[in-house]
């Protein structure tokens, strides 16, 4: 049996064209491609080298055990890629079902009904507060009244205020002023708004808003 040592020069200089070709086909994220032109550039070696001193088993094995993990990578990727679009587009399905659902998210807008003559927001405390008050506001930001919710513990809060001599058809906002004692409570207002659309960012869920803007799912503090 003939003892394999080194490849000429040549078969050396050919077998890290191929490593280098194979290296940017992979960046371009074309592995079919890349082993495809490999597997070409293999065949030539074979078919060029030196009889008297023929390419390293061990190289040529290398470069096939190489070739087929890029290969393996890439087909892991794209199986992971369809099965995020497909989980993608079941959530979209599924949140089809909220539209028309009333909603909590973070905002400062008061909705208003008018047949109740009531406008209607709510807040979350971060901590227990001896005077809690919402300053109801227009679109100007000038204050329209105030509602006195007093002393409340941590947690979350609806509220209603006394529309009915509002002459107006929308635009309030309110803003909430919680104290311990001398110490600010820190709060998060939040807005009633019902969903209106759904649809997909990027791979990520949105939800339409019926009074402007959107949302995520992470973004809903409630489903009313």
């Known amino acids: 049996m003939t003892t394999i040592n080194n490849t000429t020069a040549a078969t050396s200089a050919a077998a890290s064209t191929g490593s280098t070709t194979a290296t940017r086909d992979v960046n371009a994220n074309d592995a079919a491609a890349s082993q495809d032109r490999f597997l070409k550039l293999l065949v030539a070696q074979l078919n060029n080298q030196d009889p008297m001193n023929p390419l390293d088993n061990a190289q040529m094995t290398s470069q096939i055990a190489q070739i087929n993990t890029v290969t393996g990578i890439q087909q892991l990727n794209d199986t992971?890629?369809?099965?995020?679009?497909?989980?993608?587009?079941?959530?979209?399905?599924q949140a089809t079902g909220m539209v028309g659902r009333q909603v909590l998210v973070e905002g400062d807008s008061l909705v208003l009904d008018t047949e109740a003559d009531?406008?209607?927001?709510?807040?979350?405390?971060?901590?227990?507060?001896?005077?809690?008050?919402?300053?109801?506001?227009?679109?100007?930001g000038?204050?329209?009244?105030?509602?006195?919710?007093?002393?409340?513990?941590?947690?979350?809060?609806?509220?209603?205020?006394?529309a009915s001599k509002y002459e107006g058809e929308g635009g309030l906002r309110f803003k909430v002023m919680a104290t311990n004692g001398d110490t600010a409570v820190d709060n998060t207002p939040l807005s009633i708004d019902q969903i209106s659309a759904v649809?997909?960012?990027?791979?990520?869920?949105?939800?339409?808003?019926?009074?402007?803007?959107?949302?995520?799912q992470s973004g809903l503090k409630a489903i009313l």
Not at 199 to 213: C, D, F, R, V, Y
């Open 80 to 93: 992971v890629k369809g099965l995020a679009s497909q989980f993608a587009s079941q959530q979209l399905m």
């Open 118 to 140: 009531k406008a209607y927001g709510a807040l979350d405390l971060a901590g227990p507060a001896s005077s809690v008050k919402v300053q109801v506001l227009d679109a100007n």
């Open 142 to 162: 000038k204050e329209l009244g105030v509602v006195d919710l007093g002393s409340l513990k941590e947690g979350r809060y609806n509220f209603a205020w006394d």
């Open 199 to 216: 649809s997909l960012s990027n791979g990520a869920l949105q939800l339409e808003l019926a009074h402007g803007g959107t949302t995520t």
